[in-house]
């Protein structure tokens, strides 16, 4: 049974078609990575599952609910947490309270204070940064230390998928490491399915995992990462090669 | 004189424009909307202590209710209206641009006020709301009206109030992430149509409030009687800069106790154009700076 | 090389100005040989409207920003008229506090219109040259501002403008013609300036203001040209507007007549000329019928009458559905064109 699925999903921008005809789906514990050229269409396509842009034509069915054209705090509440590119933290909250936005969701449930505090010092031992300076504003924070908080952000709201645009942007390459370091052990810990949006497939064939690469709204190749590193098709799909000839 | 009324007088004059800022920034924090409606519900908020007559005479019903009946009464009417703006009109603008949402508010502020217009004339009706506030008490040596120390106290409550529940409540701590990044709010699960819908509330309770000191100060029901306290409510949020908070309150008392230390210094031929000397000098302020007093700083510091 | 010079612009463009002004004269003409008296007034009516629609967008259109200020113009040039054709007795009393030169001065309703017009420029310079350096909401609400303050002095300051009571006595214009002119000459400007460099330097930075302010566009001062332009008109129209019904009060120029004017403006389209004139002709029909239910009709037996208050009520929502469902309006960017010039 997949957990998410998506089908024929085209995203158009008044003429401009940003993504068309895109199938696929993710089976629980799977990380995917889809990587492209700018402008491939991956920020349109995670926007398009996490509700915030509604496709022109499609479905989407996640955790077996269909979520095409819900609204962002719909699907988020079915357990799709989405960690959007540039980050986004509250800037003028602390870093506590930006944990804890996601947390209401589950208010009124049964132990639903308990399970956040428990959740909240499970992401302060993954991020130990983050408790230490805790009641400062998120807006001070450095940019590997805010990528940090926002993943810590969205593992607060206990999703079953995550959704992450370009985590590596305007981080310097180690802070990028350690960003990925933890991501990866926190998907092993707790059998989390990974979707990371990147522009370059280097960082997929380092961490493994499945890959597809996108360009010009489609599809391209899809496959194992590490695999596909080392066939010569994937510089050829990035570029375009071979097809203009 | 003294210096002490004039402060109580300038206390009790920024209380009010502090309220009607505070009902317009709360809504801009949310929405992006500069509400243009919200003096008339101001208004709106006066007449509904009154039956609908064309006549001179005010024919007052629900005014008559005991003050604990009165009080939460003209709230929830603000608060009521204020909400069904937001259902009927403001729902439909979200994906908007901001300049068409204040038009929008604009046009409604206009229907509002000529349905009270239709139902009761646009001559002013003189009522008698809360007689018993008018009466003077002394305070350190300064005999002030009892209306001017309970405004003032009861915005004090309003702020603490408010500020309790913006900072310790989990509703307010959605509401200001929802105010800072509305989508990435609504991505953490937080529902868009709650938080607007509670933003509309309490700026119309504030309306509400500021509608029970206006009509007790004056005493009479006017059909334009919010539109000066709105007028200088969007002045404070301007200079406040445009969605903070604090920014609101502080220039709303800055505005009240400049018009007050104008009233009190400029010659008595003067005194008329109070009103217009404030807002020169808003103009002026805003050359320096262009973006408010104290620009939201929430907003400048996102890297 | 396709270079368009401005030869060009002009004769795709004039075609927008020559029907509208051939459709507010068919109006005229139709007042005229109808003859009577009550639609005189309501064709005077909408060329007044005109005139003051189209000096709003002038500002709006090309600028973007929007402004609640500008009948504070109108204000200004409806009290010049005032100011200077009633005769000089009846300002004594009125308004005492006049200077000598200014109380004796009685002049032709053109002079005085032209009088207006520069009287409302000189001011939108001034406070243009402040507010124009605010923009977005800033600026509108900053607008909104001026209009009380111009306002708050012209309600105060009796000697001058006797307050808030009526000033009577200026001679009324029944004669459709001059407001004719006035408008079309307004159609005119607002054609000339949109199509001038001032007007699509103005247009490019409000549609592309990041590229407009690296290509070195002084962003300020193209919105002041507009402003004190857009100004002039609306003062003359506020002249007219004096000159038709005779009598100035300060709220005669406030939030009401801020609200027609944007509500024309709206319905008919910010950026487009065409609309702001369509904008006028359309609603004028609407608020026309609406107060003629108000006045009541004759059904059978029984008068049936809408109470008063329906019409800004009926304004008011055809502006907000207009918002909602074709928010850039009727005519939306586009002009009316003759269709062989494309």
């Known amino acids: ?245 | 004189m003294s210096a002490l009324q004039i402060m109580f007088d300038a206390l009790s004059l920024g209380s009010l424009y502090a309220l009607g800022a505070l009902g317009i920034a709360l809504i801009f924090g949310v929405m992006r909307l500069v509400n243009f409606a919200h003096g008339d519900v101001i208004a709106f908020c006066v007449f509904a202590l009154l039956w609908p007559s064309v006549d001179a005479i005010a024919i007052v019903f629900a005014g008559n209710l005991p003050w604990f009946l009165l009080i939460p009464f003209v709230l929830v009417m603000g608060a009521g209206l204020s909400v069904l703006c937001e259902f009927v009109v403001f729902r439909r603008f979200r994906n908007t641009n901001p300049a068409t949402m204040m038009i929008a508010s604009f046009a409604l502020g206009f229907v509002i006020r000529y349905f009270l217009l239709m139902l009761f004339s646009s001559r002013p009706k003189s009522i008698s709301l809360l007689p018993e506030l008018s009466q003077p008490v002394t305070v350190l040596g300064a005999r002030i009206p009892l209306l001017q120390l309970i405004t003032i106290l009861v915005t004090v409550g309003v702020l603490v109030g408010l500020t309790v529940f913006l900072r310790r409540t989990r509703f307010g701590l959605e509401m200001r992430a929802a105010a800072e990044n509305f989508t990435m709010a609504r991505m953490l699960g937080v529902r868009a149509n709650r938080v607007i819908m509670v933003a509309f509330a309490l700026s119309g309770a504030l309306a509400g409030a500021i509608a029970l000191i206006l009509g007790s100060q004056t005493g009479t029901a006017n059909i334009v009687m919010g539109a000066n306290v709105m007028l200088m409510a969007f002045i404070a949020t301007v200079i406040g800069g445009m969605g903070s908070l604090a920014g609101a309150v502080l220039a709303g008392f800055l505005l009240g106790a400049s018009a007050t230390l104008l009233q009190a210094l400029l010659p008595p031929e003067a005194r008329a154009f109070r009103d217009a000397f404030v807002y020169g000098a808003v103009i002026l302020v805003l050359i320096f700076r262009p973006q408010g007093i104290l620009s939201a700083r929430g907003m400048k510091e996102r890297v | 090389m396709r270079q368009t010079s401005s030869l060009t612009i002009l004769r795709r463009t004039v075609s927008t100005p020559v029907i509208l002004i051939l459709l507010l004269v068919a109006f005229a003409i139709l007042s005229w040989a109808v003859g009577s008296r009550p639609f005189n007034q309501t064709v005077i009516d909408i060329l007044v409207q005109v005139t003051l629609v189209t000096g709003l967008y002038i500002f709006i259109g090309n600028s973007g920003v929007i402004s609640f200020g500008h009948a504070a113009f109108a204000c200004l040039g409806g009290y010049v008229i005032a100011w200077t054709t009633i005769k000089p007795m009846m300002k004594k009393n009125a308004m005492p506090g006049l200077p000598d030169w200014l109380m004796s001065m009685e002049i032709g309703w053109w002079a005085a219109a032209a009088l207006a017009a520069l009287w409302a420029a000189l001011w939108a310079g001034i406070f243009g040259a402040i507010l124009m350096r605010l923009s977005g909401i800033a600026a509108s609400i900053a607008t909104f501002a001026m209009l009380a303050m111009i306002n708050a002095i012209y309600s105060n300051w009796s000697g001058v403008t006797g307050g808030t009571s009526s000033i009577v006595g200026i001679p009324i214009i029944r004669s459709v013609w001059p407001y004719l002119a006035v408008a079309s000459l307004a159609v005119i400007i607002a054609w000339a300036y949109s199509i001038s460099r001032h007007g699509l330097i103005l247009r490019a930075a409000r549609d592309e203001p990041t590229a407009a302010r690296a290509s070195g566009v002084d962003i300020p001062r193209a919105r002041l040209i507009a402003f004190v332009l857009s100004g002039a008109v609306m003062g003359a129209g506020g002249a007219m507007l004096a000159l038709s019904i005779g009598v100035v009060t300060p709220n005669t120029f406030y939030l009401g007549l801020t609200f027609t004017t944007l509500s024309m403006l709206v319905v008919g389209g910010m950026g487009s000329l065409s609309g702001a004139v369509l904008g006028v002709l359309i609603l004028s029909s609407l608020i026309q019928v609406l107060r003629w239910l108000e006045a009541g009709v004759q059904i059978g037996t029984s008068t049936f009458a809408l109470p008063g208050g329906v019409q800004e009520i009926g304004l008011g929502v055809v502006m907000i559905l207009i918002l909602m469902f074709r928010p850039t309006g009727i005519m939306g960017n586009r002009e009316l064109k003759f269709p062989w010039r494309r």
Do not use: C
């Open chain 1, 1 to 245: 049974m997949s957990l998410l699925n998506v089908s024929n999903i085209g995203i158009r921008y008044g003429r401009l078609t940003a993504v068309r005809n895109v199938s696929f789906t993710m089976a629980e514990g799977e990380v995917l990575f889809i990587t492209g050229p700018n402008g491939a269409g991956k920020s349109s396509l995670l926007r398009a599952i996490a509700g915030v842009t509604a496709p022109s034509g499609g479905r989407i069915d996640f955790a077996d609910h269909d979520i095409t054209g819900k609204v962002p705090e719909a699907i988020a509440r079915l357990g799709l947490s989405m960690v959007p590119e540039g980050r986004d933290v509250f800037g003028s909250l602390s870093i506590e309270e930006n944990l804890m936005v996601g947390t209401g969701m589950h208010a009124g449930e049964n132990g639903w204070r308990a399970r956040a505090m428990a959740e909240l010092e499970a992401v302060y031992a993954t991020f130990p940064i983050l408790k230490e300076r805790r009641h400062s504003q998120a807006g001070l924070l450095s940019g590997g230390q805010q990528q940090m908080l926002v993943i810590g952000r969205a593992l607060m709201t206990y999703p079953r998928l995550i959704a992450i645009d370009e985590p590596s942007l305007g981080l310097a390459p180690n802070i990028t490491d350690q960003v990925y370091e933890r991501l990866i052990a926190l998907q092993k810990e707790r059998r989390l399915t990974l979707l990371i949006v990147e522009q370059s497939s280097t960082r997929a064939m380092m961490v493994g995992g499945r890959m597809m690469l996108m360009r010009g709204g489609e599809i391209v190749l899809d496959g194992d990462a590490r695999a596909l590193g080392k066939s010569e098709a994937i510089e050829a799909a990035y570029f375009g090669y071979g097809e203009q000839a």
